[in-house]
């Protein structure tokens, strides 16, 4: 049916949070379309002709800044409070939020004289989830909650932030809200500005509150420098693993190396294989464009000697260069699969358990695989 704007009671608007983008969406969806589906109302108590509107607010709005006189209505035939419920539960509004709910239950609870166990049964929840849902009610002041019907303040940041703030101090709340409202701040925004009160000192605290401006400033500058700052740790972090392999190395090319039993000198292979997977990883992430394989080639050095690798390796371009040789002065057993056959290249192993590098233009050479390590190339191919 046909209703016009002046037969429609639109009490429970006040419990719905306003969002400007999905409003500008559905204005101009109904300027290109039209109206798609009805609003539901019930009929009201009193006078004739007047009827309480349980869902369509929205659209009301929007049909009334594209300049229409009616709207298409469905009537429900039943109690004001019924209809409510029944709408909630059938969720044809939209999700709801907590401070939602709140205005909802204290709605309820004031207009019809609904008890906490009435309003638990009736929505199928406890006594203590309807009791922390009303609190949120009367711990927010009533400024701040019509912020968030406007869309000023997001639901979420009111709950999260807004409400732990007004139970410890109401004029911080104030203050914070108003914050809040003008730089329209996100759920991330708000998090940086109430951890930081959070965890200051009064005076800390008044300063933050006296110089918003000044703090998400600081903030902005902080998490630009954040990038380049988490790069530097990584390659302290890889500059320390490197002197440590130079450490073992060297332990290695003394005389620890003849005290290790056989089950040492497999705990130092499996400790080896997995430090190489970790690094292949690390690699993989950095340049996941260059994937490490292996080429067949002829050596003609003993494969007795010890891991070494020269400084050629340094001029290899990218961290991809540096995680290889890295990779390689770890002795790693299990070479990767070549892109173009898929064969796993096994090494030629002796019986001292220690393999030998050296470096070229061309790459890696190792003398035990007997073959060349390119990660910047593909395919199998032997070296001239």
Known sequence: MQLEFHQLDRRWEHLRVRHPARQRRLLASLAESGQQSPIVVVVAEGPADRYVVIDGY????????????????????????AAVLLDRSLRLS??????????????????????????????????????????????????IQQQVREGQILAQVALRFLVPVARQNLEDCQRMAAIFAKH???????????????????????????????????????????????????????????AIVNRAQRRLAGAAALELDRQQCEAAGQQIARIQNQLRRIDEKLLPEQV?????????????????????????????????????KSCARTPPPCRSCSVRRKPNLTGNRSWSFS?????????SMRSWWLPATRSCRTPR
């Open 94 to 143: 939209e999700h709801e939020t907590a401070l939602e709910v709140g205005w909802l239950l204290a709605e309820l609870e004031q207009r019809f004289g609904y008890s906490l166990d009435e309003l638990a049964r009736r929505f199928d929840r406890s006594v203590s989830w309807v009791s922390r849902r009303l609190a949120l009610v009367e711990v927010l002041p009533e400024a």
């Open 359 to 367: 470096t070229s233009a061309r790459g890696i050479s190792c003398e």
């Open 292 to 328: 490490p394989h292996v080429e067949p080639s002829a050596t003609h050095h003993d494969s007795g000697t010890e891991c070494a690798a020269s400084e050629q390796t340094r001029n290899r371009a990218g961290a991809g260069g540096s995680l290889a040789w890295l990779s390689a």
């Open 58 to 81: 929205k659209r009301i709005a929007a049909l009334e800044q594209l300049g229409r006189d009616t709207v298409e209505a469905v009537v429900w035939p039943m109690s004001e409070a």
């Open 184 to 242: 329209r701040c996100d759920t991330r925004e708000a998090s940086q500005l109430y951890g930081a009160w959070r965890q200051g000192s009064a005076a800390i605290r008044k300063r933050i509150l006296d110089a918003p401006e000044l703090f998400f400033k600081t903030q902005r500058q902080a998490q630009e420098k954040a990038p380049a700052e988490a790069g530097a740790e990584l390659l302290r972090d890889l500059e320390m693993l490197a």
